[in-house]
């Protein structure tokens, strides 16, 4: 049976590593697992987007989805790694765990993404969501 992962992707040096772990998990395997790399896109504030065309606003999150997934990508090239990529718009979180859910991801893999607040001491905000929304287990690579 072929499992299936998302891979959470920010552009960020936390996603990054998570590119490097997958790689190196995935080396030792010999039947490696279906890859989802994803890119999910906040929305655009209404005070924004009331002043500019849809597509112009499609473009932009396409555009700017398709920036932060480029090294994973290229990373993921490279070591000869099957996956599709997916750009997404939404609030991170739910929108991860419904893309899992709906895809039969065995497992969701994030970085770690320390902030300043308490919450987010040892992890950042979304990976923390994540974890407790998920019915999906979760890898949080630091």
Known sequence: MNTAWLIAVDGSEPSLKVIDYVITETASRATPPQLFLVNVQAPLSSDITRFIDEKVVEDFHRETGAAALAQAR????????AYSA?????????????????????????????LGSVAGLLMGSVATKVVKLSTVPVLVVK
Not at 74 to 81: C, F, S, T, V
Not at 96 to 114: H, Q
């Open 74 to 81: 290229q990373k993921l090239d490279a070591a000869g790694l």
């Open 86 to 114: 997916h750009i997404m718009m939404g609030e991170t979180a739910p929108t991860l765990i419904e893309f899992a859910t709906d895809k039969g991801c065995r497992l969701i893999i994030m970085g770690a993404r320390g």
